[in-house]
Nanobody, 119 residues
Framework: QVQLVESGGGLVQPGGSLRLSCTAS????????MSWYRQAPGKERESVAH????????NYADSVKGRFTISRDNAKNTVYLQMNSLKPEDTAVYFC????????????WGLGTQVTVTS
């Protein structure tokens, strides 16, 4: 069965850092581009970061650019999101996502991990 399991969320003060991990199983991880999304209460889910299969290219939402870094370790079937200089508006549930492919026209999603940025 396909699983995406996030970890590393928690409570942090503004300006602090967290490193999220997402460990995947049940599909060919190294062939899959990966993304992080987040959703705050009452708001739409939004894309935060994206990384290519090999990790050779990334892109970010403007709101996190320069503060967040997505990376992956294909040997560990894991994608990471390093979050620095955190702001209260970063508070959300963060979801790991494997976007649709030509050969798999549907998403895979993790269950999410809570990130709370507050004084």
């Amino acid at each position: 069965q396909v699983q995406l399991v996030e970890s590393g969320g928690g409570l942090v003060q503004p300006g602090g850092s967290l490193r999220l991990s997402c460990t995947a199983s049940g599909f060919p991880f190294s062939s899959a581009p990966m993304s992080w999304y987040r959703q705050a209460p009452g708001k739409e889910r939004e894309s935060v970061a994206h990384i290519t299969r090999s990790g050779d290219d990334t892109n970010y939402a403007d709101s996190v650019k320069g503060r967040f870094t997505i990376s992956r370790d294909n040997a560990k079937n894991t994608v990471y999101l390093q979050m620095n200089s955190l702001k209260p508006e970063d508070t959300a549930v963060y979801f790991c996502n494997a976007p649709p492919l030509r050969t798999r026209p549907y998403d895979y999603w993790g269950l999410g991990t809570q990130v709370t940025v507050t004084s």
